[in-house]
């Protein structure tokens, strides 16, 4: 019973999972985000592609 007591009572791993759980949030936050905005993007991203395909015709 003592040993489940001073389980109960270690922290030791608090500060890990508190960081692990934060950078889950920020993981799925990004992901969010990149969904959202996916046209955008994949716009963004063609554009420049257009822009060396011309530059490099000339």
Request: charged share 20%; proline share 0%.
């Given at each position: 019973?003592?040993?489940f007591m001073?389980?109960?009572k270690?922290?030791?791993?608090?500060?890990?999972v508190e960081?692990?759980?934060i950078?889950?949030?920020?993981?799925?936050?990004?992901?969010v985000i990149?969904?959202?905005?996916r046209?955008?993007?994949?716009?963004?991203?063609?554009?420049?592609?257009?822009?060396l395909?011309?530059?490099?015709?000339?």
């Amino acid at each position: 019973m003592k040993k489940f007591m001073s389980f109960l009572k270690d922290e030791d791993g608090q500060g890990m999972v508190e960081y692990a759980i934060i950078i889950g949030l920020i993981a799925v936050a990004a992901i969010v985000i990149l969904i959202a905005m996916r046209n955008r993007i994949s716009n963004l991203f063609g554009k420049a592609s257009n822009g060396l395909n011309q530059a490099d015709a000339d």
